[in-house]
């Protein structure tokens, strides 16, 4: 189904070939130059201000930027504070992360009037909530081929379109508002080839998840572009090349890109935008660092149960099997989140045989689409979803979408069967809707499924399962009253009308001030929107003191700093970060705050007596600054959204570092950076409480090199060595800073 290829590839005439093949067609320099015959590199090297080559830095600028409600505030807060007059590109403020209002007073719509008031004084583009979520946006707007695009979400992806889009923290758009660059190695590019025709039932969500099964485990495609080419990708029609391409942030790669053809033009001339489109193809000679080869005539529907993406079964053998599949997830969910979790329990889902499901979702980016859901409602025509407790739920992508499929009846079809259609939102992607009740068992067509996504709170001894699937096979099992149910098993008419977009509601409702600032325009501040605390540079020598340990093999960007109603504090810096790893370890917050008092002390001279023990013991002597910081400690941290919140609450709480054996995205490492934190690497296993002197951290950090360093557990010291891995000139120094508000602050004071 899926053949994955780690070693280099040479593509030419379609064929992925071995250097010996290679050789008899071309000279030596047109092989050691195959790397340029990507479509990555025609739209890095057309967007790098300093050339591009293979594992050289790069800096590229934008096309556009885009981020929703989560972010904008603490995006622009952070651009003004940096010296930010107008917006240099397209920036669209999305509001699609509208949060649970009443949760939280005004604050909510208050981010929202900031956010118009941005717009109009700095020229910016806004889009009022539940009009559009953040990415169908993007693709209907703005999405070309030879683009780039960069968004403060992890599922920034508008490959399909020929648009290389990466998600990245907000501390990146900022540089891209301050007219600075996006500082990244050349990466690594996989081909992802393309066979054959998807069968019936078989929607773009069977196709991702069968990806991200085969190669998210291995790391194959880590921090990588994903190039779709091949035969296949003509087979498809847009709206599910950009299903399957949406999901790639869940293999963990940073960007993809695929083939453009007449589908892609038609469908951006039907956006009303044919300059768009040019075609783009690899050149005739083009080396790939990897190859997927998918054959699309035998995907299957597919399912992943939880907790991630990537814990990926074939629907079927779920339905024909589910007690064994079930009691191995079981017991994986205890081997992972040990006996203080409650317990999952999915083999009582099965009755005579059967799994009852209690909710079904489909929504937002990935499963909002037009296609999508006429899809869905061609499989329930005429059905009838039942009084019982399963309920389905519809989210459209867009209000365009939604119009279209009022008109066309796909619509109604949905309600006269029993499902509800909701707002355009991303809510039950993040937690902010449609909580499942404790225990229950949701199906969605949704990007994530990981512990607590979906709302409930496992500390507070709820748990609910989310597991991932496509919106045919929703759709099939609301058909059947909320048994699991194939699309494959159902018939229904897979032909439905095509999408005509009007772009009538966005120039009735969406502000655009693109280009026509109006600087005189005052910003417009609710009571919760506070500017980011003042945070210290980094200091001569460094303490620190694990705030966390954390043994899971993943920990999400969720897990750090929760998402659904702890979001309606998102303008808010100290009020959020009381929220830090709350589900994961809920004393975190109460110790981190312990070690900031006492690095307050330490500030005034006053040395903890572990610390002194320290220096007397090894002979140690601490010349220049020296600071105290909480650290937390990890085996893979940062998997899932772009949020910079899970690094900035840290560091509000007096965080100074991360410890990991590996991170799991750039993103996060990344967001480490950009708040002033040591994205430390090491394979020590640490514990609560344990504390780390770092002396001559500064230095070390200016010299580029590792950190030796003394650890103190239970009055015994050992010397470790902690890496910090390859930064660039400026990373370092935004750190050496504190963060990049004040590496900005002070480059503004030079240029004075």
């Known amino acids: 189904m899926i053949d994955v290829r780690k070693s280099g590839a040479y593509l030419h005439e379609g064929k992925f070939k071995s250097i010996g093949e290679i050789r008899q067609t071309f000279s030596d320099k047109e092989i050691s130059e195959a790397f340029k015959g990507t479509m990555t590199y025609s739209v890095l090297s057309a967007h790098s ?78 889009v009022p909530a539940n009009v559009a979520v953040i990415h169908t946006y993007m693709r209907e707007k703005f999405a070309g081929a030879g683009k780039m695009i960069l968004g403060s979400d992890s599922h920034t992806r508008y490959g399909a379109f020929g648009t290389l889009a990466i998600g990245e923290g907000g501390p990146e758009l900022v540089k891209q508002l301050l007219g600075r660059t996006y500082d990244v190695r050349y990466p690594e590019v996989v081909a992802v080839r393309l066979t054959g025709n998807v069968r019936h039932g078989v929607g773009p969500q069977d196709v991702a998840l069968a990806i991200i099964g085969a190669v998210f485990g291995s790391g194959a495609v880590k921090n990588k572009v994903l190039e779709f080419i091949g035969d296949g990708v003509s087979n498809l029609d847009m709206e599910f090349r950009n299903g399957i391409d949406v999901m790639t942030t869940e293999t963990a790669c940073l960007s993809s890109l695929w083939i453009t053809d007449d589908k892609t033009r038609d469908y951006l001339e039907m956006l009303g935008r044919p300059d768009d489109y040019k075609e783009m193809r690899p050149e005739k000679l083009a080396f790939y660092d990897a190859a997927v080869t998918v054959d699309l005539s035998e995907i299957e529907p597919m399912i992943a149960l939880p907790f991630h993406p990537s814990n990926v079964y074939r629907l079927k053998d779920v339905i024909e099997n589910p007690g064994d599949i079930f009691s191995k997830v079981e017991k994986d969910y205890v081997a992972v989140t040990g006996a203080d979790r409650p317990a999952l329990r999915l083999t009582d ?132 009253g909320g048994v699991l149910t194939s699309a494959a098993d159902v018939d229904y008419d897979e032909k439905t009308e095509a999408f005509r977009f009007d772009e009538g509601i966005y120039e009735k409702r969406v502000y655009n001030g693109w280009r026509n600032p109006r600087p005189e325009e005052n910003l417009v501040y609710g009571p919760n929107i506070r500017d980011w605390p003042e945070i210290d540079p980094m200091p001569d020598n460094l303490i620190l003191k694990v705030a966390a340990a954390i043994s899971d093999p993943v920990t999400t960007t969720d897990e750090l700093i929760p998402s659904g109603e702890t979001s309606s504090l998102r303008s808010n810096p100290l009020r959020l970060a009381e929220f830090t790893l709350s589900r994961k370890c809920p004393d975190y917050v109460s110790r981190a705050k312990k070690i900031k008092e006492e690095a307050d002390a330490v500030k005034n001279g006053v040395i903890p007596e572990d610390v002194r023990f320290v220096l007397e013991k090894t002979g140690l002597k601490l010349f220049g600054t020296t600071a105290l910081g909480s650290v937390v400690c990890a085996v893979k941290p940062g998997d899932g959204s772009a949020r910079e919140q899970a690094a900035s609450c840290q560091r509000v709480l007096g965080a100074a570092a991360n410890i990991a054996k590996e991170y799991a995205t750039k993103r996060y490492r990344s967001n480490l950076i950009n708040w002033g934190m040591l994205p430390l690497i090491s394979d020590e296993k640490f514990e609560l409480d344990d504390l780390i002197v770092m002396p001559d951290a500064k230095a070390r950090l200016i010299a580029q090199s590792s950190f030796s360093c003394y650890l103190l557990r239970k009055g015994k010291i050992k010397k470790i060595t902690l890496d910090v891995g390859v930064l660039t000139n400026a990373e370092r120094d935004i750190i050496l800073a504190g963060s990049l508000i004040n590496y900005y602050a002070e480059n503004a004071k030079k240029e004075d």
């Open 49 to 126: 201000v300093s050339g591009a080559y293979k594992g050289e830095p790069i800096h590229i600028r934008f096309d556009a930027i885009a981020s929703h409600d989560i972010t904008y505030v603490g995006i622009i807060q952070s651009a003004k504070a940096s010296g930010l007059k107008r917006f240099p590109l397209p920036y669209v403020l999305t509001n699609c992360h509208n949060s649970l209002c009443a949760v939280g007073g005004t604050i909510n719509e208050d981010d929202h009037v900031f956010g118009l008031s941005a717009a109009r004084k700095y020229g910016g583009i806004y």
């Open 349 to 480: 889902k099965i009755r005579d045989g059967k799994v009852f499901v209690s909710q079904g979702i489909i929504a937002g980016c990935s499963g909002g689409t037009y296609a999508n859901i006429a899809a869905a409602a061609n499989v329930l025509k005429g059905a009838d979803t039942g009084n019982g407790a399963f309920s389905l739920s519809v989210y459209p992508g867009s209000m365009p979408v939604y119009l279209d499929l009022m008109k066309k009846g796909y619509l109604s079809a949905l309600t006269e069967a029993g499902a509800v259609i909701k707002p355009c939102f991303c809510g039950p992607c993040f937690g902010a809707g449609d909580t499942p009740c404790n225990n229950g068992l949701s199906i969605r067509h949704t990007t994530r499924n990981f512990e607590n996504r979906e709302g409930s709170k496992p500390s507070g001894r709820q748990i609910a399962a989310i597991a991932l699937m496509d919106a045919r096979s929703i759709a099939a099992t609301a058909k059947n």
